[in-house]
């Protein structure tokens, strides 16, 4: 049994974290920490990882749901202190941050996992096996979601940082750095961002493989109606497409039965395999991919953005 | 003796590497490409890296010393036609395609070279020797130049890419890089972006280390007058001040005699041994050090750059 606690209780912690590990017996919720130190229900909540690690019940692993800002220092403490940590998704504000992560990690001998959870969407491993085995023309992310629905009052994803309308989009990039056959990486970039605030509501990114697949993303944050989160692949045998997010599964117009989206537990279920062998699991190339945008990318200023 | 072509004529390429390849015999130069066709003596020069390639003398190896917006496709047809290739700084315009260079030059087993000139300034070594002896308290990087001067009419340097004074101030963080105890990563950064231009004209960008260490950067590309180039290093036994790019080294003010700067005639020393060798030397942190600073930071519309 891994006695685990959560840093940040937010909206992915109660619509996710709390769920999943409450499916998952080979886990023990023991503790939270939060600032605001809301109660949920018997679970004792401190302040923050120090206070939890001070004060609270013997733990082997946190998982970490706070933003990303203010992840690194959590996850150094907690490594630190000789605990397993799982990192929501992006897994820091700086490549290079992750990078001294996990070798705090190694040093310590615990387990690290850089969590991407749209990897663990229903329709990405057999697309994954479907790619592997077709020749790849080309390839189209479509992300357009309506922040004002999915991230209500989420200052942070407007600053620095917070990536904008990348903290949706690096769940893409996240499915196609494992779906796809090639290692991939960018060309160029298009980024809006409005005039009030430090991260990207709208974007065009173009990435390429070294044998030339095209490769583009088209990002918007300001859908409303029908939401868009879709990976078109046009192979020289059909053309395969994941939509909502990676649950749903076609190829050349017909579904794919893949089963229901697990992606919460899915991600447990590898922790805890991680923390069996004695391994950390650390993949930064999504927030690679959105650094070298960033670097390349040209900018324009758009409207202000008033949620 | 290893033939070399050079890709690109223009001011670095003049100042630097026409003198360093005419003073190493080990090199031949035997021909060059830029786009203007500029006669070189009698240097054959060619169009582009593909005329070279198709239509000039045997080459071993080519050196470029293009814009970073075209290094990476010079690049590999340089490589997949078997060349060992030096890239001038920046080795290109992300991390990842510089990652994908090195894999095309594995596979083709020739050496690839991410040149950084700074490092090879002659009070680095001394520098990185010395501070490897003691613990440091705290480390500054103040770089500030008059892009009028250094950079006329390179319009490529304000443009996506270009990074504007993060061009120069790589030069920093590739001597960091090299003379820092411990890996450094970035925490965060202010970026001043003139409202007509894409790249920065000045910047602050605070680093840290594992250890704590604080290291501080400061940057400016509008600096009249005297220019500063300028690293110092406070520890536990006296205060090391790199200057002039790296080429003067004082310890508590005392200067301390570091021989002639031979930056250029350094790094093809480094290209000629690599290749003897059969060895690559691919390191992209600083470059990864400039995407995370633009990942991370908050940027500052100011008034408009008119050469």
Not at 107 to 134: C, E, I, M, N, Y
Not at 144 to 155: K, N, S, T, Y
Request: charged content about 20%; proline content about 7%.
């Amino acid at each position: 049994m891994i006695r685990i606690g959560l840093v940040g209780l937010g909206k992915i912690a109660h619509d996710q974290h709390l769920p999943a590990l409450a499916g998952d017996p080979r886990f023990s919720l023991v503790a939270a920490a939060s600032h605001g130190r809301p109660t949920h229900g018997d679970l004792p909540v401190f302040h923050d990882i120090d206070d939890l690690l001070a004060n609270g019940p013997a733990l082997d692993a946190v998982a970490l749901c706070t933003p990303p800002q203010v992840r690194r220092e959590t996850a150094l403490a907690a490594l630190r202190a000789g605990k397993h940590v799982f990192l929501e998704k992006p897994p820091g504000v700086t490549v290079g941050e992750v990078h001294e992560l996990a070798a705090v990690a190694r040093d310590q001998g615990v387990t690290l996992f850089t969590s991407w959870h749209s990897r663990f969407a229903a329709g990405v491993p057999q697309a994954k096996a479907w790619l592997a085995k077709r020749r790849l023309r080309k390839l189209a992310i479509e992300w357009r979601e309506d922040v004002r629905r999915w991230h209500p009052g989420q200052a942070w994803i407007w600053q620095a940082g917070g990536m904008g309308v990348f903290d949706p989009a690096i769940n893409a990039l996240s499915i196609l750095t494992e779906i796809m056959p090639e290692e991939v990486f960018v060309t160029g970039a298009k980024l809006q961002v409005p005039e009030n605030v430090q991260a990207p509501i709208a974007g065009h990114v173009d990435i390429t493989t070294l044998s030339g697949v095209p490769v583009t993303a088209d990002l918007d944050f300001l859908q409303t109606g029908p939401q868009t989160w879709d990976i078109t692949a046009w192979t020289d045998d059909g053309v395969l497409k994941l939509s909502l997010g990676g649950a749903e599964l076609t190829i050349d117009g017909q579904a794919i039965p893949v089963g229901e989206n697990r992606e919460y537990p899915g991600l447990y279920d590898r922790f805890a395999t991680l923390i069996a062998e004695g391994r950390s699991e650390v993949d930064v190339r999504p927030l690679s991919l959105v650094a070298d945008a960033f670097l390349v990318g040209d900018r324009e200023r758009v409207e202000a953005f008033v949620e």
